[in-house]
C-alpha cells in the first residue's frame, strides 16, 4: 500500500525562493501541492479554504506577519501544522513562533532531502528543528541561570524522568531504550506531560525547559 499523500501549502513573499521550492515539492509522487500565499493574512484564508496537511511559512511578510498566521491556524485547525522556513538563526521571532504553535522550524537554505524529511517527519505527527537554529533559539529562549523544577512538581517520577530526557531532544525509542519502558509507554508519558504543562508539542517542551533553567 502507498504512503499516504501529504497536502502542503507555501507561504512566502520572495518569487525565486517560492519557484524553486515549489519545483521541489512537484517532484514528490507523495506530495501534493495545493497552493500558495504571499503574506500571512492570505496564509491564514487559504488554510481555512484548503486545510493542508503541512504549510511552509516565512516569517518577515507584508500584511501579516508568518507569526501572527501560525497562531491563527493553530487556533483554528488541528489538521495544518506549520513549519517556519526563515533565514533568522538568532532572533526572539523564531521564539514567539513556537508559543504560535508551529511544528518545525528550518533555515531556507537547508537541503531538498533535509525539508521533504521534515515535511513527513511533522505530517507524522513530530515536530522538527534545523540544528542550526537550536543553539541559537534555545539560548534566546533561556531566561534563567537557576533553575526552576518547582514548574514540574505536577508530574509524576517517571513524567519528570521521561521530561528530563525528552528535555535534550531524545526520541521516543531513545528514551525507551534509556528507561528500559515500551516506547508506546514513552509516547503516553509524554502526551501526560505536555497536557499538565499546557504545551502544544515537544518543541515547546525544549523550549519550556530551557526557559526554567531545567537542563544541565
Same mark, same amino acid.
Given at each position: ?28 509522487? /507523495?506530495?501534493?501541492?495545493? =497552493?500558495?500565499?504571499?503574506? =500571512? ?9 484548503? #486545510?493542508? /496537511? ?38 526572539? #521571532? ?6 504560535? =504553535? ?5 533555515? !531556507? /537554505? ?29 539560548? /534566546? ?22 521530561? #528530563? ?30 497536557? !499538565? ?20
Amino acid at each position: 500500500m502507498s504512503a499516504p499523500t501529504i497536502r502542503v501549502a507555501l507561504v512566502d513573499d520572495q518569487p525565486l525562493f517560492s519557484a524553486g521550492l515549489k519545483m521541489i515539492l512537484r517532484s514528490q509522487a /507523495d506530495i501534493d501541492f495545493i =497552493g500558495e500565499a504571499t503574506d =500571512g493574512q492570505a496564509a491564514v484564508q487559504l488554510a481555512e479554504a484548503s #486545510a493542508p /496537511d503541512v504549510m511552509l511559512m516565512d516569517i518577515r511578510m507584508p500584511v501579516m506577519d508568518g507569526i501572527t498566521a501560525t497562531a491563527r491556524i493553530s487556533k483554528s485547525s488541528s489538521r495544518t501544522k506549520v513549519i517556519v522556513l526563515t533565514t533568522i538563526q538568532h532572533d526572539e #521571532a523564531v521564539v514567539r513562533a513556537i508559543q504560535a =504553535g508551529a511544528a518545525g522550524f528550518l533555515t !531556507k /537554505d537547508a537541503t531538498p532531502e533535509f525539508l521533504l524529511a521534515a515535511i513527513r517527519t511533522v505530517h507524522s505527527g513530530h515536530s522538527v528543528i534545523a540544528p542550526s537554529i537550536t543553539n541559537e533559539l534555545l539560548r /534566546d529562549y533561556t531566561s534563567a541561570d537557576q533553575g526552576n523544577p518547582a514548574v514540574i512538581e505536577v508530574l509524576s517520577e517517571r513524567e519528570k524522568d521521561v521530561f #528530563a530526557l525528552a528535555s535534550t531532544g531524545l526520541s521516543n525509542a531513545e528514551i525507551a531504550a534509556n528507561l528500559v519502558l515500551s516506547e508506546a509507554t514513552v509516547k503516553s508519558h509524554v502526551g501526560a506531560i505536555l497536557s !499538565k504543562l499546557h504545551l502544544k508539542n515537544r518543541i515547546q517542551l525544549v523550549a519550556f525547559a530551557h526557559q526554567n533553567g531545567l537542563l544541565t
